[in-house]
């Protein structure tokens, strides 16, 4: 197994995992009421039921999984000569790498919904238990960080099929 399908595989199950424990424990310590948006003193000024926030990300966790894994799954039936990828000749010759970056890439996709998802769920968590007053440095970080997790993931494979095929040495 390659290092970078190791990762993409070890990340996503993490993601997973760590997308469940926010589910459950966010769930336990929201109020029936849950804030999720603020004014510039840091109250409170627009609420969402407990079991609706809790659904919601249930639900875009199972689309999620689902969608992606379908297109994933449908992309490799596609022709090698149909493939809309850069140097697509010099693919069409390597259509096993090209499987498994584009797979990978899907997996990592996943691993990045969930993740962004997850450590949304906590802010949330934190946000509606914290007993100090709010700063709004205390989740700025958010925002920026699952920017650059989902711009990552997105430019990750264009830049890749855009690179020569790596040479087999099983051969």
Known sequence: MKTG???????????????LFALFS???????EVAIRFDD???????IQRERLFY????IFLVNITLIRVVGKLFLRIPSGNVPVPNQLLWAAHRGQLNEIVTNWFSALQAAINTIL?????????L???ERGL?????????????FILISVLI?????????PAVDNER
């Not at 399908?5 to 760590?18: E, Q, Y």
């Not at 003193?41 to 609420?47: A, D, H, K, S, V």
């Not at 997850?118 to 934190?126: G, K, N, T």
């Not at 700063?135 to 920017?147: E, V």
């Open 5 to 19: 399908t190791f990762f993409v595989r070890v990340w996503r199950t993490l993601s997973i995992v760590g997308l």
């Open 26 to 32: 966010s769930y336990i310590s929201y109020p029936g």
């Open 41 to 47: 003193l840091g109250t409170p000024i627009q609420y």
């Open 56 to 59: 919601g990300a249930v639900a």
């Open 118 to 126: 997850s450590l949304s769920l906590l802010v949330i968590s934190f």
């Open 128 to 130: 509606n238990r914290s």
């Open 135 to 147: 700063q709004s440095i205390d989740y700025a970080w958010l925002l920026p960080m699952s920017a």
């Open 156 to 164: 990750a494979l264009p830049i890749r099929t855009a690179m020569k």
